[in-house]
T-cell receptor, first 112, second 111 residues
Framework: EAGVTQSPTHLIKTRGQQVTLRCSPI?????VYWYQQALGLGLQFLLW???????NRGNFPPRFSGRQFPNYSSELNVNALELEDSALYLC???????????FGDGTRLSIL | DAKTTQPNSMESNEEEPVHLPCNHS???????IHWYRQLPSQGPEYVIH???SNVNNRMASLAIAEDRKSSTLILHRATLRDAAVYYC????????????FGTGTRLQVFP
């Protein structure tokens, strides 16, 4: 069974630019979660999508947004990039209900 | 979500058992205890979870105190591949929402 896949694996952007990160969940999983892991701040919850709808978001500004497609894949968009957005962005998927989340290996975003 | 407390770091020798403790004194009756680990340069990996009874799977065992205010993740024979940061997380039973990660325990395994 294929795991959660994320693309790209690495990305370099400059301040003010926009970026789109992609995530394909495990087949059959309808929930997708996004997390940010910045140096020194640990893993922070960003967004949760289920059945195409945004169900919850973490304490991040509106320039962080995303969507979930009918095939349950998801995109995370970040506008007006700032230096502190440099981080590892992790996607996870799960079946509905209190099931474990399965993570991809992330996209490493560097802002210059 | 209730808070968990873990030691910052622990060490073990290869092939020895490892007991990773977690305190969660404010746990509520509907909170499940989840353990994840993150190996270097990888995303977190689910290890095990439980509610009241001890749990075993191919990766580890979870021992839950009778009052549920603490739990212990047991790796029966540590390998070098088990070197990772281990996170103990409380999650409401009916909630499919976010995981709240603390700082975790960094486990070092020596040959």
């Amino acid at each position: 069974e294929a795991g959660v896949t994320q693309s790209p694996t690495h990305l370099i952007k400059t301040r003010g630019q926009q970026v789109t990160l992609r995530c394909s969940p495990i087949s059959g999983h309808t929930s997708v979660y996004w997390y940010q892991q910045a140096l020194g701040l640990g893993l922070q919850f960003l967004l949760w999508y289920d059945e195409g709808e945004e169900r919850n978001r973490g304490n991040f500004p509106p320039r962080f947004s995303g969507r979930q497609f009918p095939n349950y894949s998801s995109e995370l968009n970040v506008n007006a990039l700032e230096l502190e957005d440099s981080a590892l962005y992790l996607c996870a998927s799960s079946l509905t209900g209190n099931q474990p989340q399965h993570f991809g290996d992330g996209t490493r975003l560097s802002i210059l | 979500d209730a808070k968990t407390t873990q030691p910052n770091s622990m060490e073990s020798n290869e092939e020895e058992p490892v007991h990773l403790p977690c305190n969660h004194s404010t746990i509520s009756g509907t909170d499940y205890i989840h353990w994840y680990r993150q190996l270097p340069s990888q995303g977190p990996e689910y290890v095990i979870h439980g509610l009241t009874s001890n749990v075993n799977n191919r990766m580890a065992s979870l021992a839950i105190a009778e009052d549920r205010k603490s739990s212990t993740l047991i790796l029966h024979r540590a390998t070098l591949r088990d070197a990772a940061v281990y996170y103990c997380i409380l999650r409401v039973g009916y909630n499919t929402d976010k995981l709240i990660f603390g700082t975790g325990t960094r486990l070092q395994v020596f040959p």
